[in-house]
């Protein structure tokens, strides 16, 4: 937008027309965001602001943003920073973009560790760290313990453990060499469980933007499930992340691999996607 005299109402709404005619199908959501982050402001106070003339460099900023959105990087990587939770997250492409339906993994973990005063939890594959913080921010307790085989997602959750304020252990660590320590009392993980196949059906903003071996499944649950009933305590529990199509086969791997009290749980859309098991003594 070159109108020197441009409100921030109509910069976003010639944003939302320029992200509509590229095909986004949020065009209108991007746009709001897009402004509202550049002019410093909540998506809700963006409201307040409808009428305030944005200077040049504002302009060009959301010039530049909107490009990056047209070209089908996701918004979260393009503001940096996302909400998960109770905790705004620095987000960028050296791990996944922390998305609601993972909130259905801590609730999950924090209802299998009520009671316990401290207890040990290990974030297998922790990415930004969202799952870990996550936990250890709600129950303060607990001692928790982030793994993860790319040093630059370590970097991106030491990152966010500095900036909320929430001290985790953090580790470099391949799950195919096997995992630390012992006698855990929760495993959690959101493991790469998209097949290969299964990638021409992703989205541009998932495919070509997130790094894929965090995305794609080259065995790793299967492999993670067996390492995890060798460093549970007894009675510790297992919870992974999965998708409607492959939850109930993953249920029953748990079931064949020493887990009783196995149980799918569904996320805010309704579908199936939290796994969880007590590991049998």
Not at 35 to 50: I, K, T, Y
Not at 198 to 207: D, H, N, R, S, W
Request: proline letters at 5%; charged letters at 25%.
């Amino acid at each position: 937008m070159n109108d020197l005299s441009a409100t921030a109402g109509e910069t976003e709404r010639e944003t939302a027309r320029r992200l509509e005619a590229k095909g986004l199908p949020t065009a209108a959501v991007d746009a709001k965001l897009i402004v509202a982050h550049v002019l410093g402001v909540s998506p809700s106070g963006l409201a307040l602001e409808r009428r305030r003339v944005l200077t040049t460099a504002e302009q060009e900023r959301v010039s530049v943003l909107a490009a990056r959105r047209a070209a089908r990087e996701p918004l979260q990587y393009i503001v940096g920073e996302w909400g998960f939770r109770r905790l705004t997250l620095t987000v960028d492409d050296r791990a996944l973009i922390p998305r609601p339906e993972t909130e259905t993994v801590v609730e999950r973990c924090l209802a299998l560790l009520e009671g316990r005063d401290a207890p040990r939890v290990l974030d297998v594959g922790t990415g930004s760290g969202a799952i870990a913080l996550a936990i250890a921010d709600e129950h303060p307790g607990a001692r928790v313990t982030g793994i993860d085989v790319s040093a630059e997602a370590l970097s991106l959750a030491r990152e966010n453990s500095a900036r909320t304020g929430v001290a985790i252990e953090l580790l470099e660590i391949d799950l195919l060499s096997g995992l630390p320590g012992a006698d855990w009392d929760l495993v959690v993980s959101n493991p790469p469980y998209v097949r290969p196949d299964e990638a021409t059906g992703l989205a541009p903003e998932v495919v070509d933007w997130e790094p894929h071996v965090a995305l794609f499944d080259a065995g790793h649950t299967e492999t993670l499930v067996r390492a995890a009933a060798a460093v549970l305590a007894t009675g510790g529990a297992l919870v992974l992340e999965s998708y409607d199509e492959r939850a109930r086969a993953v249920a029953d791997l748990l079931s064949r691999s020493g887990f009783s009290d196995v149980a799918v749980t569904r996320d805010l859309a309704g579908r199936d996607r939290v796994v969880e098991g007590r590991l049998r003594g």
